[in-house]
């Protein structure tokens, strides 16, 4: 006799976990956040917002929305923002980000990082 053997495997798909740099003009202008995974995030200058940068004037007290998906960032600005994002140079209402690309609001950087 001969026994069989079965083996079961357990695939989890996991998302990334992503990580916002801000880099304001000054050294000491720079903020890390964690994305939570499947969940949107307020970004913006005001108490309200979920990630916070006070130094930059020309961030609305909520600017704009992030939303890890997969692979993904969702950025997503408010219709009530007075400025533009800028994505590789251009204005942007939403668009998706992978790890490594960044935005700009005002004379603030924002990467995106696994």
Not at 36 to 49: D, F, K
Not at 68 to 96: A, I, M, Q, W
């Amino acid at each position: 006799m001969t026994a069989k053997t079965t083996l079961t495997a357990k695939i989890t798909t996991s998302s990334a976990v992503f990580e916002l740099l801000a880099e304001g003009p000054l050294p000491r202008q720079r903020c890390h956040f964690v994305l939570p995974p499947g969940q949107a995030s307020q970004l913006g200058r005001g108490e309200s917002a979920d990630l916070i940068v006070p130094w930059e004037p020309h961030l609305s007290r909520v600017h704009a929305a992030l939303a890890p998906d997969g692979k993904y960032v969702t950025l997503s600005r408010h219709n009530e923002s007075r400025n533009p994002v800028f994505v590789r140079g251009e204005p942007v209402d939403s668009c998706r980000l992978r790890a490594g690309e960044s935005f700009v609001i005002g004379e603030t950087s924002f990467r995106i990082s696994e």
